[in-house]
């Protein structure tokens, strides 16, 4: 290994989401969704360069990194982009809020599956629309997949857009072919919009090819909004940038107009270190995931060996488990946990009552740590 996940850096006094809240208790947190890795050494040293220039005025994306995002799509999934397709924006989370706004009207509806990240939940409410989400069903109960009889019952005309979350936060699957066709043909017949939430795309785990879901064909392209980002892959989330690719014209003036004036520009370092990492990054990418790969080993194993009561699935992709705890009967696991010194995420805030979600995107030694307090957490209740 060139680059060292296993060293353990001290987050504290560091105005961390993760760990701010914990700084003065012995809580390891595992809930919010960044890893406490270093960034690659190339995005460091791009940033480096960036400080020492010392002007940080309005900034704007280079032909460099228009090029490495234009080529990055090529190389890694054979799909060819415009550059004008690409709009740029401070974060993802501003993505697919402006997508709810850029899309239909105020008390149109949303629809999405859940359980889902939280911002799906929101959004569209934030917006004004009304929410329809459509419960995954647990396949063999180790496969999460579309419930397509309950989309198509819960379909209206006034449902003018899909949230899609591919991979998928928190059950980690990558859909697979035959399921995104499917989906986006369902949107397509019915005249929905669909909005594919990529920014785990390059943390697969196994060997599963991510197939955006605009390059699937020029129809699907042309009602997809496509969200992305180096944010998750490359931990540099409080860097601030990201991107939509929208190839319809239509639907790229539409979500141009419902971010004016309020999406801010993104900044010179989000810029820099964007460029960096999908122009170099791809041997640190690499490592982390079969680093990432190891820790997922580590806790599927674990959770079956030592969980009695916690149940998981296949987690293809993402740094995240997603542990089904209903068995435990707590009325309140992120609760009870935190008392046994780990913190999680609480699924209800993903409309997954019953479940909480764990972040493995840590050195290997801070992990085992988080799960031996985990099993203190189950063996107190028996
Ligand atoms: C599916 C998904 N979309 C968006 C985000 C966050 O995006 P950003 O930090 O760029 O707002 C996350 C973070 O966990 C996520 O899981």
């Given at each position: 290994m060139t680059y060292d996940f296993d060293r353990v850096i001290d987050r504290s006094n560091t105005g961390s989401e993760k760990w701010g809240p914990f700084e003065d208790q012995d809580i390891l947190p595992m809930p919010v969704a960044d890893m406490d890795f270093s960034a690659p050494p190339e995005v460091i040293e791009a940033l480096r360069r960036r400080v020492e220039h010392a002007v940080f005025g309005y900034a704007q994306p280079t032909q460099g990194l228009v090029d490495t995002v234009v080529g990055m799509c090529r190389a890694r999934y054979g799909w060819t982009i415009e550059p004008e397709w690409i709009v740029w924006l401070p974060g993802l989370v501003s993505g697919i809020n402006v997508t709810c706004r850029a899309?239909?009207?105020?008390?149109d509806a949303v629809m999405t599956a859940v359980p889902v990240y939280p911002p799906f939940l929101t959004a569209p409410r934030n917006m004004k629309r009304e929410l329809v989400s459509v419960p995954l069903r647990c396949e063999g109960g180790s496969r999460w997949t579309f419930d397509w009889e309950e989309l198509e019952r819960r379909w209206t005309s006034a449902t003018r857009l899909f949230l899609l979350c591919q991979p998928h936060n928190p059950v980690g699957r990558v859909f697979d072919r035959a399921e995104i066709e499917r989906l986006a043909a369902f949107c397509l017949e019915r005249n929905i919009v669909l909005c594919s939430d990529e920014i785990h795309c390059d943390l697969i785990l196994d060997a599963i090819p991510h197939i955006p879901?605009?390059?699937?064909s020029p129809e699907i392209a042309a009602n997809t909004i496509t969200l992305m980002a180096p944010s998750k892959t490359f931990n540099l989330p409080g860097l601030g940038c990201a991107f939509a690719i929208i190839p319809s014209p239509k639907l790229r003036a539409a979500f141009h107009q419902a971010k004016a004036g309020i999406v801010p520009q993104v900044g010179v370092f989000g810029y820099a270190g964007c460029e960096a990492a999908y122009a170099r990054g791809e041997p640190w990418r690499q490592e982390l995931i079969h680093y990432l790969r190891a820790n997922r080993d580590y806790v599927t194993s674990f959770v079956r060996d030592e969980l009695p009561g916690v149940h998981t699935t296949p987690i293809e992709a993402t740094y995240l488990a997603w542990l089904d705890v209903r068995d435990l009967g707590l009325k309140d696991p992120v609760n009870h946990f935190k008392e046994h010194g780990i913190a999680l995420s609480d699924g209800r805030f993903f409309d997954g009552e019953g479940f909480v979600r764990l972040n493995f995107g840590c050195p290997r030694q801070t992990l085992q740590a988080g799960l031996r307090r985990l099993k203190a957490g189950v063996q107190a209740l028996s």
């Open positions: 899309v239909g009207n105020p008390g879901t605009a390059a699937l």
